[in-house]
């Protein structure tokens, strides 16, 4: 397992809704790990203006 860079946001696969074959791609988020912090993780959110459009409602790749 390697360690994956602070800013990839990754595009999981999801049932279209009212289909059962159907699949898009919907924005996800990574939990941001600090050495020493016993808090629950934050998730990472999206700098660049393409990625950041709907927050937080989800976004989807059709």
Not at 22 to 38: S, V, Y
Not at 47 to 53: G, T, V
């Amino acid at each position: 397992m390697s360690s994956v860079p602070e800013h990839w946001l990754p595009f999981i696969p999801v049932h279209v809704e009212d289909s059962t074959r159907e699949t898009q791609l919907q924005r996800a988020a990574l939990p941001q790990f600090l050495d020493g912090d016993t808090a629950r993780p934050a998730k990472i959110c999206p700098r660049m203006p393409l990625l950041s459009q709907n927050l937080p409602a989800a976004y989807f790749v059709h």
